[in-house]
């Protein structure tokens, strides 16, 4: 083993920590998003390192589809025990992903952003979505942004920007 390859040995080492602690903190920063960009690995093009990591690479691919499944028998109460009305009930995405919600329930539903309590906040509402429809949104800012169903009051999620 030469020193060229210590080295390399070396970067690779401090990459790999770097992209572990991006996936832990679920890429939110700006120094861990180019990580998301389809196509990326963790090492920078001028590297001659073989490309690593494929769990890195699952995690790419489960991000770049930001999909919130309406469940099967959400119309009925008992989801919002387990947080399942919406699956992920807290979407994590990073600003300017658009999210879309597949009505995967055979009754109607609605994504309203506010809370039961206080009402519509006007940000984004789905109006009635059938079976098997599906109502999408983008968020360019970040923030936490509560919605619910207006139809189903028990039902409520979450898309942390
Ligand atoms: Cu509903």
Redesign the pocket.
Known sequence: MGPDVLYGDNIQRAKTAHFEECEKNEFVTSDCKRYLEPGNTYLDPEDKMEPVMETGTSMIVEQAIPIVTISMG??SPGCEETNSCYIPYNMEISSGTTVTWINADN?A??VTSGTVNGGPDGLFDSSIIAMNSEFSYKFAESGTYDYY?I??PW?TGIVTV
């Open positions: 959400s119309g009754a539903h609605t169903c139809v189903h039902m």
